[in-house]
C-alpha cells in the first residue's frame, strides 16, 4: 500500500517541507526584495483549484529559454524511456503513437493555460494612496490581439489582476482607446480606469505614447506608424505640453533617448519588465544593465503587461503613490500618473513582481529549471494555497488507495 502511495506522500512532504523556507510571493523588481505594502490575493474560486491555477501561472511567467527548458527536460527523457521500452522494432510505431499523443497533451496542458477562463491571483495594496499601473495593454484592435479580446474584456482582465488603472496601447490605432472611455467610472476608486495611450514607432522603436491622441496626431505620418521626433521637438518648443512616452522591450538598450531639454522628442521611462516571454527574457537577463540606465538617464522603470488577450496571468505591477487618487475623475488620474512620471522620474514608479527563479545565464540552472520552478512555486504558497493543495493531494491518495485495494 505504501509503494503505491510514494507518489502523494513525497509531493505532500515537499508541499509541507516547503513552508519551512517560504518566500514573499511578490518582491520589488528592482531590489529583488519583499514589497510588503503589497500582497497577492486569491479568490475563492483560485484557491478550489490552487494546484492546477497555480502551475498554469507559472507556465505563463517563464521566459522563452525556460519555456524550452522545460519542454525538453519531460520530452526527452520520456522518449528516451519509450525508445528503451520498445526494444523490439516493430513495437516503435506503436512508441511512436504514443509520444506524439504524449507531445499532443503537453502542448494542450500549454494552450489551455492560454485559453481557458480562470480565476486570477491579483496585488491588493495596503494603502488607499497606492495605485497598480499597467502602462501596456491591447484589444482586438490590435493586429496581434486576440479577435474576441475587447476593450470591456481589457478592462475585466485588469481589474481580475488587481490593476487600478490600465493604458490601452494598440498599434497604431486609438480605436481600443475609443470603445474604453465612454464605459470609465465617473471616479477612478470606483473601478478600474482605462485610458489613453498608443504603440507606435520612435527612431524606429517600439515606443508607448500615453496622454489624448491631439498631443501626437500632428506628429504621426499617415499609417501613424511612425512618430517624428523634430515634430514633438518643435510642438514643445512653442509651448506645448511635454510627451510622455515609455520605452518598451524587447529592444536594444543602446537606442534609448531619454527626455531631456536637449532631446524633447525622449522618453520619460523604460520598461523593467514585459509580460511576453521575449520581453521576461530581456528583463530578467537584463535588470541591472536597465536599472543602471535609468539610474544614469533619470528614467521611470515600469511594467507593462503587454497583454494581448491570452492567459489569466499577471507577471508584474507598476505601482505609484499619488495621494487621493480614488476621488479623481480618469481624466485627472491621467494627468496625475503622467505629472508624477515627469516630476519623479526614477522615483515615480516601484515595479512589484511575481518572485519567479531565473538561470542568470547558468548552464546548470537552465537544466535544472523544472525542479527550480517547483520548488520555488512550492516556497511562495499561501496558507489557504498550501491548504487546498493538500487537500487535493489527501484526494490523490485516497484515489489510489481505493484502486490498490480493489485490485
Known sequence: MIRSLRGPLLVGLLVVVSALASAPALRDAATLQPFPPAALHHPPGYLLGAPLFGLWDTLSLLTVSQHYAVLATLILPYLAYRVLAARAPRRLAREAVFAVAALAAL??????????????????????????????????????????????????WHESGGFHAAYVTDHYTWAGVDEALPANPARAGERTVLLSGMEVRLRDRH??????????????????????????????????????????????????????????????????????????????????????????????????????????????????????????????LGSAIERALHRDRRRAVTVVERTMPYHEGSAVKLVATVPLLLWSHLRTLTLRERASWLAWIAAWAAALARRTRSG
Open 107 to 156: 502542448l494542450a496542458f500549454y494552450a489551455a493555460a492560454a485559453v481557458i477562463p480562470r480565476p486570477m491571483a491579483a496585488i491588493r495594496m495596503a494603502s488607499p494612496d497606492l495605485v497598480a499601473v499597467d502602462f501596456h495593454s491591447h484589444t482586438n484592435h490590435s493586429h496581434d490581439g486576440w479577435s474576441l479580446f475587447t476593450a470591456a474584456r481589457n478592462r475585466a
Open 207 to 332: 515606443t508607448n505614447i500615453l496622454g489624448l491622441r491631439g498631443r501626437y496626431l500632428f506628429a504621426l505620418d499617415s499609417t501613424r506608424h511612425h512618430l517624428d521626433p523634430d515634430s514633438i521637438a518643435a510642438a514643445r518648443h512653442r509651448g506645448a505640453r511635454p510627451a510622455t512616452m515609455l520605452y518598451t522591450i524587447p529592444g536594444p538598450l543602446d537606442r534609448i533617448v531619454p527626455l531631456s531639454p536637449g532631446s524633447p522628442a525622449g522618453v520619460v521611462g523604460v520598461e523593467l519588465s514585459d509580460g511576453t516571454p521575449r520581453g521576461l527574457e530581456q528583463g530578467r537577463a537584463e535588470r541591472e544593465a536597465i536599472l543602471a540606465l535609468a539610474d544614469s538617464m533619470d528614467l521611470a522603470v515600469v511594467a507593462g503587461a503587454n497583454h494581448h488577450g491570452w492567459g489569466r496571468t499577471v507577471a508584474a505591477w507598476s505601482v505609484m503613490r499619488l495621494p487621493g487618487w480614488r476621488a479623481m475623475s480618469p481624466d485627472q
